[in-house]
């Protein structure tokens, strides 16, 4: 909502000048980190979006009235120059009274800065990010939403294969989980795809299983919950990344027996239509033994090999995550992700995705570290994390060494956004 009812944008966020000091561009410009709302001073002050005020103090140049107003999705949106504030932890809803417009500070005459902050608590030049969402900010906007990523083992008999798919999706649908990224439904997998596909449109999912193609073979998957799909948009796609290990075993002249096999490695995704928007998922499964950047097994590292994974997911990232899109993906990545920073802590190569650990700043174990992941396009400032989890073998009894990864993500749609169609209707496939 707007923070000044009945003013607009006077100096809007992003625009350049020698007085501002952030990103500061070879001719000494620097942006604008904020919108200004140019009002007389006592000029009613309002919450754009929900949350809890609080009092802070980010410079005098600010003033000695400024406020936090922290949002539930983990945001915040940060109020200046104000004459007279509400008090600290005051609750509020949107259009509440929150302060009123002033010129304290380093101001040139009486008007509201407001920025956005992607994290509460601090002021810094890449803390924030474009107010807009925030002015655009309406009740119906925000959206929740769930996600899974299955790290499935199918080794099994196939009733065992069934009753798991089962409890996956049953849980999965029982707590509306928005989509489901998995992996090990490769032909390998002895019937798995087929599985997951009867079991998962019993369930309301509308689903991507590569390996169900007479070409491809291999393992990731998605699905999607039919409730998801505002239109009859259900575009799939596979990128091929590391071939098979038959294939790189002939191209080295070694002797597969006895090695180490896998079926060709990609980049599995979904592309549809929301009522926050359009989605693309992606989903991949990372080569194993592949910890040791230095390490070669029979002529060929595995590390370098899943390097080429990141890059596609990169790649993908940027082009589905393009305009207003948005971009998420799910993957057994088979190294840890840990802190940033730290050694292989990065399992997207730099690609500009994080994973709902580091964003959580919490890695627990997903089998041999924290390997499973679910993460979101860096780029997405409508999306937020706001929990995850890992289900291990004690919390989720399957017959199988299976982690199940669940994540919620608050979601800000876009004004204007179409209605969704009728619940339910299912897309082709
Ligand atoms: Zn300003």
Not at 105 to 115: Q, S
Not at 151 to 173: H, V
Request: with cysteine; hydrophobic share 35%.
């Amino acid at each position: 909502m707007n923070p000044v009812p009945g003013f607009s944008i006077t100096t809007p966020y992003g625009m350049r000048g020698p007085h501002w000091s952030c990103r500061r561009d070879s001719s000494r410009q620097g942006v604008h980190t904020g919108a200004d709302f140019a009002a007389p001073i006592g000029t009613t002050v309002v919450a754009a979006r929900p949350g809890t005020v609080k009092h802070v103090n980010h410079g005098a140049a600010f003033g000695n009235h400024q406020i936090e107003v922290v949002s539930e999705d983990g945001t915040s949106d940060f109020y200046a120059h104000m004459s007279k504030r509400v008090a600290h932890n005051t609750k509020v809803v949107a259009t509440q009274k929150v302060g009123e417009v002033g010129d304290e500070g380093n101001a040139t005459g009486p008007h509201l800065h407001f920025e956005r902050f992607q994290r509460p608590g601090f002021w810094g030049c890449f803390n924030n990010t474009d107010p807009q969402p925030s002015i655009d900010w309406s009740p119906r906007l925000l959206h929740h939403v769930r996600m899974a990523h299955a790290s499935l083992q199918f080794s099994l008999s196939r009733k065992e294969k069934e009753e798991d798919i089962e409890r996956i999706f049953e849980r999965c649908a029982r707590r509306g989980a928005a989509w489901i990224t998995g992996t090990e439904a490769g032909r390998g997998a002895g019937g798995s795809a087929k599985l997951l596909l009867d079991i998962g449109h019993t369930f309301g999912y509308t689903l991507w299983v590569p390996s169900l193609e007479p070409h491809i073979d291999t393992d990731a998957w998605i699905a999607v919950s039919n409730s998801m799909l505002a239109s009859d948009l259900f575009k799939t796609d596979y990128l091929p990344v590391i071939p098979s290990s038959r294939e790189l075993y002939k191209r080295q002249g070694v002797n597969p027996r006895g090695k180490s096999r896998w079926s060709e490695k990609g980049l599995v995704t979904v592309e549809f239509d929301t009522v926050f928007g359009r989605v693309g998922v992606a989903a991949a499964h990372y080569l194993h033994r592949a910890r040791n950047p230095q390490r070669e097994l029979d002529g060929i590292n595995h590390f370098e090999l899943n390097r080429r994974m990141g890059r596609a997911v990169a790649a993908w990232g940027r082009e589905a995550g393009e305009g207003t899109d948005l971009a998420f993906y799910g993957g057994d990545q088979n190294m840890n992700d840990g802190k940033n920073g730290q050694p292989q802590g990065d399992t997207f190569f730099g690609a500009p995705f994080t994973s709902c650990w580091d964003e959580l700043q919490k890695w627990p174990d997903t089998g041999h570290g924290t390997i499973d992941v679910i993460a979101t396009y860096n780029r997405d400032n409508r999306v937020k994390i706001t929990a995850a989890d890992a289900l291990n073998d004690k919390k989720f009894r399957l017959h199988q060494d299976h982690y199940l990864v669940e994540a919620s993500a608050a979601i800000v749609g876009l004004p204007g956004q179409a209605a969704p169609r009728v619940q339910g209707v299912a897309a082709s496939n």
